[in-house]
């Protein structure tokens, strides 16, 4: 007797609402043809004309390659660096390195005469993959807020634009997150090795083959540069979403 085990969403109800209905909301906004037009951004050296050497030209190139992808024109940008501290001492000499109280690694500013400042955390410089993750999602903030789009910022619908303009391979590698436990007499806590973002890989995949889907792409061959974890998920996505094409609201 064959039988088929029923597939199952990989990500809650709750989340695929949300990114099928903000998915609808992008394209309503940019318009179908920004999404079927813009491809994934592959992390190779035929995707960038530059090498990169960890050097700040090397933000500088990004983002005005990234204001090409994102279709940013007619802003004036400043593109400024700073450094977290690298560790905070606690009164029982325990120490804990930057990333344990939320230090941002990317900041995004808009003065009253229209200029706006992207300020990149220098230790970001060392890793290509997240300082691109980094400049999109505070480009998107460009996107959303700049122009008036939305009335409040909103992380997790600037990640999703984000993805929606081709970047969701370095926003959705750098969303893993590693924790290191620490304790002491009076003070326990973890700390972040690696997690950048604020939607989780698994519904960045989601929404990554929500895309797919609706591009009605006959390969999906750049999905193998999505880390181990990211690739497994967007595979039962995109089967699931495959399967219950009729039930998506994102079609």
């Known amino acids: 007797m064959f039988w088929s085990k029923k597939v199952k969403c990989p ?19 940019f318009g179908k ?32 390659f990234l204001l090409d992808v994102m279709d940013i024109k007619g802003k004036e940008i400043n593109l400024s660096f700073y450094q977290n501290p690298k560790q905070i001492e606690f009164s029982e000499g325990l120490t804990t390195v930057r990333g344990d109280y939320d230090l ?26 997240s300082l691109i993750a980094t400049l999109g999602h505070e480009l998107a903030h460009v996107k959303l807020l700049s122009d008036k789009l939305i009335e409040e910022n909103d992380e997790y619908l600037t990640d999703l ?19 290191n436990t620490w304790s002491g007499v009076s003070h326990s806590g973890w700390q972040i090795s690696g997690g950048e973002g604020y939607v989780p890989y698994k519904v960045q995949a989601y929404a990554m ?30 089967k699931y979403i495959n399967l219950n094409i009729d039930q998506l609201s994102f079609k």
């Open 33 to 64: 043809e920004t999404l079927l037009q813009k491809q994934p951004i592959l992390p190779t050296k035929e995707q960038f004309s530059k090498e990169l050497n960890g050097v700040k030209e090397d933000a500088e190139y990004l983002l005005n």
């Open 209 to 238: 083959a929500a895309i797919s889907n609706y591009r009605q792409e006959t390969s999906t061959d750049w999905s193998n540069y999505l880390e181990k974890e990211v690739k497994r998920e967007f595979d039962k996505s995109l």
């Open 161 to 179: 634009t984000v993805i929606f303009f081709g970047l969701g391979i370095f926003n959705a590698n750098t969303s893993l997150t590693k924790l």
């Open 104 to 129: 941002s690694l990317g900041r995004y500013i808009e003065y009253d005469d229209g200029l706006i400042e992207i300020l990149i955390e220098e230790e970001l410089l060392k890793n290509p993959i």
């Open 11 to 29: 990500i809650t109800e709750e989340d695929r609402q949300w990114v099928e209905e903000a998915l609808g909301w992008l394209v309503n906004v």
